[in-house]
């Protein structure tokens, strides 16, 4: 018996509809890359990593100390445990932690400069998560995204250009898959951490009514520029609330397409910058903006670019 | 074929991976897509039952990779802020008093912040002094190991005898109040009185 025409098609095009994702997953991760852009991060990641670890060692006592801010028995009321393991954990004296530290800070610089790039990446990771499961009482968004950029990192040939590594290993810096995976992760990351961000600040009401960016710019403890004449200005105060809360609800699906990605980048610019500048939050702001930095060059590494 | 040729002749292109390392990964990436996308899903409140529990089988990665961000900046609405003051009789019998954190001292910035995440965390679990006294005594569960910590730990640093803390939420005063030069006063809720004990030197 003949198939009917319906189910001929149906059969056939669903067929070519998983094959149509495939292809497309194929090339959104598996299309090789120059890795320029990564060892650029890597760069900018490892210095920041350096100068968090630097002021972790500032106050070891009350981070790491078996006396701290808060001590190892109680870490369990902020996280997840026994997941949330750390090396700062068994080390018992000041010595142990300056010293796990130092290894943390060393492995930073390593990672910042490309010297044996994928393991000095590894020891960074451990050094990072181990702080801030040590010490979640101490922690904010600044950490979070330092997070997002270690694994990509150390999956992607993050020390193939501008690094000591290059010198001695110059078949790395040939265009490959495992950057284009280490790029993508930190772009559905940021994605994924824009879109919670926005979908979070949608339950409050002062963001519907465009007033919360006043209560950021009247909260003395985060400001470092008093923006306050903003009083006068509530339509501006308006603008900028509802302006952000549109931008970062939709900066997961605004960035991809190549006409609005400079227009959403430029948003992040300001931003993140605004956010450094007037509540005294630079290194958050910048590890946002190197975040960002992954959706450049403008027309790479867009869907579009391979389907083309 | 030609392309083949191509990719294995031009020494700066590496040729794409077989199909079985391109599933293989892909098994991994959609692994860490999960492990970055649930934990914000899953927390904080208000969050599905679903979320938490597809989370489950995903919390010793999360845990490993410090994974379980909520990602709500100043969400839900960006709120006053706050500082611990503390007041102290050191061994020696003199009185000594601080601020967590303290714009004064507490540099680089960084460090500034760190600090200051210590009253904000801790905000978020102590109610209002005229929140109802049963809600008052049950969240002291919550938020009185976290006092305890933080008075051992300045007891330790200062050699002192008895510490007591107090979470001050700064009154954040709205555009019409501060146009008209007026303000509200901070909001005092005492975290209780701590004596130097043995753990302290620990």
Not at chain 1, 114 to 136: F, Q
Not at chain 1, 169 to 186: D, G, M, Y
Not at chain 2, 128 to 149: H, K
Not at chain 2, 167 to 181: A, I, W
Request: aromatic share 12%.
């Amino acid at each position: 018996m003949k198939p009917e025409y319906g189910e001929n098609f149906s059969g056939r095009e669903s067929l070519n509809w998983f094959a149509s994702w495939w292809t497309a997953w194929t090339a959104f991760w598996f299309t090789p890359s120059n890795p320029f852009l990564l060892s650029v991060l890597r760069i900018f990641v490892g210095s920041l990593l350096a100068w968090s670890n630097f002021v972790w060692l500032l106050d070891q006592e009350g981070f790491f100390g078996l006396s701290g801010w808060q001590s190892a028995g109680n870490v369990w009321r902020l996280n997840d445990q026994p997941w949330h393991w750390s090396w700062y954990f068994p080390a018992q004296t000041l010595l142990a932690t300056k010293s796990l530290t130092a290894v943390s800070l060393l492995a930073s610089i390593s990672l910042s400069v490309g010297l044996l790039t994928r393991p000095a990446a590894c020891i960074a990771l451990a050094g990072y998560v181990s702080a801030v499961n040590r010490a979640p009482l101490n922690t904010f968004g600044f950490d979070d995204v330092l997070g997002i950029m270690l694994v990509p990192l150390i999956i992607g040939t993050a020390g193939a250009r501008l690094s000591v590594d290059s010198i001695f290993w110059k078949k790395q810096s040939a265009p490959n898959t495992e950057t284009t995976i280490a790029l993508r992760l930190i772009q559905v990351h940021l994605c994924i951490l824009y879109f919670f961000s926005g979908c979070g600040k949608l339950l409050g009401a002062s963001w519907w009514e465009g007033t919360a960016l006043w209560g950021a710019v009247a909260n003395i403890q985060y400001r470092t520029i008093d923006l306050t004449f903003l009083a006068w200005h509530p339509l501006l105060i308006n603008a900028l609330t509802l302006g952000t809360l549109f931008w970062e609800v939709s900066y997961s699906a605004l960035i991809w397409p190549r006409l609005t990605r400079p227009l959403v980048l430029a948003m992040a610019v300001f931003v993140h910058l605004g956010i450094g500048l007037t509540m005294g939050m630079m290194e958050f702001g910048i590890a946002m903006l190197i975040a960002n930095m992954a959706f450049l060059p403008l027309d790479l590494n867009t869907l579009q670019t391979h389907t083309d | 074929m030609i392309k083949e040729q191509q990719a294995t002749e031009n020494p700066t292109v590496r040729r794409g991976w077989p199909l079985a390392v391109r599933l293989f990964a892909s098994a991994g990436i959609l692994l860490y897509l999960l492990a970055i996308a649930l934990p914000p899903l899953a927390g904080p409140p208000p969050a599905s039952e679903l979320a938490n529990v597809i989370l489950q089988p995903f919390r010793p990665l999360v845990g490993a990779m410090s994974l379980s961000h909520g990602y709500r900046f100043f969400a839900p609405n960006p709120g006053p802020g706050h500082s611990i003051r503390w007041t102290m009789v050191t061994a020696g019998g003199y009185d000594l008093k601080g601020i967590i954190p303290d714009t004064e001292t507490d540099w680089p910035r960084l460090l500034y912040h760190r600090r200051f995440m210590i009253p904000e965390k801790i905000a978020a679990l102590v109610p209002p002094p005229l929140a109802p006294a049963e809600i008052r005594r049950e969240a002291t569960r919550d938020w009185q190991p976290f006092a305890e910590d933080i008075a051992t730990h300045l007891l330790t640093k200062h050699n002192g005898q008895e510490v007591t803390l107090e979470l001050v939420e700064h009154y954040l005063p709205d555009t019409f109040e501060l146009k008209e030069g007026r303000g509200g006063d901070d909001l005092i809720t005492p975290l209780g009185s701590y004596a130097w004990r043995k753990k302290a030197s620990q």
